[in-house]
């Protein structure tokens, strides 16, 4: 038996109603696998637990995560009580830099049963590696002559050992893909770091003769996202141009609400963390109509995590059957509930296992 723990945080908002929904597809992928079992540690560190305790996680909070497997969370935020920057730091981005968790990955592809942004939106199935803990978004820097004067300074990050390894990361993924890897780049206007990405991009290439390759400045690819979404399978992208490419992507699926995300701890010393796209969508919250997809899709990035790519595709297949049948949030044209749609996912996997 396959036994593997996992840590909860359903967070705030309808992370509280997404996150059971996806637990329990879980437990339908691990009763059909017949040798997986999902040891669930929820844990309720969130706003509320911040306005009892003046923070968002214990100080032991990290000590406590680290030996788990994994790492599975809905949402954090609420402004109403407290500031965004308070929550999100104080328990998301801690936990992203302090498991040096490296790269973002975010896929978007075209579903069956979604109506897209694009008008003729094709086939497009792409993921995108994001750098996940340098490159522009950096604390390198500073103000100073505040005032009429004042210059302020923001220094982008780049070394070799963060940029090849998520250059890798991606031709390792185009491996299990349809073998081909994008590069973002902006080496016609970014004089420094970007030539330099390019040149680690053209080292690592040479490692995998087998994978196609193409590269493209930012402003260009970021329109092919609009235009011709198909012909990527994956793009490797600094932090900031990784960041504003994977809202095109969600934007392009055509709700916030099922677009999926990880973060990849590469080293191996610290768990990675498997989290939607989306906040905690106060504006729903309660309603029991929150969309679970980009949740549950999470949880299919945390199963090929383990290994367990082959039912990773079937519960990505059961979810396309389920919005295809019309069994859809109302953020996507519908009109079931949170619920209902989990429901729907749960009984077409069992019926296609
Ligand atoms: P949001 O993603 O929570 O909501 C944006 C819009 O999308 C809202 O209209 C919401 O109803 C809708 N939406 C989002 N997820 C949905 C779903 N699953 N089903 C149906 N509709 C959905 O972003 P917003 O409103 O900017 O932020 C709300 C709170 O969430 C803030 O406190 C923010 O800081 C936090 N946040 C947290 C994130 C995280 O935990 N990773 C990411 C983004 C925002
Ligand atoms: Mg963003």
Not at 62 to 67: F, P, Q, S, V, Y
Not at 70 to 93: E, K, M, R, T, Y
Not at 99 to 111: G, L, V
Not at 306 to 324: H, P, R, S
Request: hydrophobic share 40%; with cysteine.
């Amino acid at each position: 038996m396959k036994k593997l723990e996992i840590a909860v945080i359903p967070g705030d908002g309808i992370g509280k109603e997404v996150v059971p929904v996806a637990t329990k597809v879980l437990d339908t992928v691990a009763e059909i696998h017949g040798g997986l079992k999902f040891e669930y540690n929820e844990f309720p560190w969130s706003c509320d637990y911040y306005l009892e305790h003046g923070k968002m996680m214990p100080d032991n909070g990290l000590d406590i995560l680290k030996n788990f497997d994994a790492i599975f969370l809905g949402a954090i935020g609420n402004p109403q009580v407290v500031a965004d920057h308070v929550s999100l730091w104080g328990l998301l981005i801690k936990i992203r830099r302090e498991f040096e968790q490296s790269i973002n990955i975010r896929p978007a592809k075209f579903f069956k049963g979604l109506k897209s942004s694009l008008v003729n939106p094709n086939d497009f199935d792409l993921i995108v590696v994001r750098e996940n803990s340098e490159g522009e978004y950096s604390e390198v820097g500073g103000r100073i002559h505040r005032g009429e004067d004042e210059v302020a300074i923001q220094n982008a990050v780049f070394t070799k050992k963060g940029t090849e390894r998520a250059m890798r990361y991606a031709f390792e993924l185009a491996k299990q893909r349809r073998g081909h890897v994008t590069s973002a780049t902006k080496s016609n206007g970014i004089v420094h770091s970007m030539p330099f990405w390019d040149e680690v991009f053209n080292e690592v290439k040479g490692d995998y003769a087998d994978i196609q390759t193409a590269s493209y400045h930012i402003d260009a690819l970021a329109a092919f996202f609009v235009t011709r979404p198909q012909i990527f399978d994956v793009i490797v992208a600094s932090n900031l141009f990784g960041d504003i490419l994977t809202d095109i992507g969600g934007a392009i699926m055509g709700s916030i609400g099922i677009a999926p995300a990880a973060n990849i701890n590469l080293n191996g010393k610290y768990p990675s963390m498997f989290e939607p796209v989306h906040g905690s969508a106060p504006d729903i919250y309660g309603k029991g109509i929150a969309n679970p997809i980009g949740q549950v899709w999470t949880a299919k990035m945390m199963l090929d995590h383990f290994g367990e790519q082959e039912l990773g595709q079937k519960l990505l297949d059961a979810i396309e059957d389920v919005t295809n049948e019309g069994i859809k949030t109302p953020d996507i044209g519908g009109t079931s509930s949170t619920n209902e749609v989990g429901e729907a996912i749960c009984s077409r996997l069992k019926e296609v296992c």
